[in-house]
């Protein structure tokens, strides 16, 4: 077992993600690169410099999950608010307009302000004013789901770091809130509807559900609880509607004291087996791993014909003399 606490409260955000100490511990994203390939893998956790999102659609997306981080643990929004930081750029007084985010006014003033306020997440008043109307909205005017949510923020506990070691391997999950018998992950969605369909498509595209197992799989192995897996799904757009959705039928699900799985339970223990087997053996392979070895071993991938090529058949009608 490593010397790393298996539980770490206050553990700052930056640190969980990219500190040295936990480099090594493999989160529920990074367990779904092999589903690319092993060794894309392996090439994205030593490289995870080449597959970092911009500095601005990270604060962008952290944003909502910080305010409701803050909700959960403090029971207000003041933690976040004192968090932030509002830039604005500097007039260019040729134009009296704000100079431009690639000119050299602006990216100095940017640097002094964060040099001013260390730590602070740098946002807008129109970002800001954003997420306080989509928490209103979830608090307030969702009938049951708010309810629902505002039990979750009484008894839970948000962003709180864990760490396992399962089969000589180091994995690491920060659920977005927490209790004692769930654990609820807020999600964002530009939809125009969240009815089932929409929810389901958004689970599968973004393989939420394998996220979901991924969870409750260590949750178990740290505790010996199965844990209820629950999304909050908001709108990010007006009217910011939201449901609260359950993942009994997409991950680990606890019925009459059997342990059932979901479709993406299955994917999730297949993806944790593969990269055990990698790990111990040091065998990274690439995208033939998924071609079935043939005669002598050999791989050779023989694509079906996807329906809509066999559907796109054609005729020639050539002039005939008569």
Known sequence: MSNIEDTIYDLPNEEYHRGERFKDFLSSTQIKDYMVSPKFARYKALHPELFEISIEASEKGSLYHDAMESLVNTGKLDKWRNNLLVFEPPINPKTGCPYGRDTQKYQIALIEAKESNPGKTLTSTTDIQL?????????????????????????????????????????????????????????TLAVDDLHEETVNRTIAKFHYGISAAFYQFFEHERTGVWKEFYWVMQQKTAPYDAVFVSAANWAFHLEDGIVKMGASALAFKKLLDQHVYCTQNNDFDGAQIFIQPGFKGRRIMIPDTPAFEKNKMFNFYNNQEQ
């Open 131 to 187: 997420v306080e109307t989509m928490v209103y909205e979830l608090l307030n005017n969702c009938r049951d789901t708010s309810k629902q949510i505002r039990q979750i923020l009484k008894w839970g506990k948000a962003e709180v770091s864990h760490f396992v070691e399962y089969e000589g391997c180091k994995f690491k999950y920060r659920p977005d809130v927490e209790t004692a018998k769930k654990i609820v992950d807020w999600k």
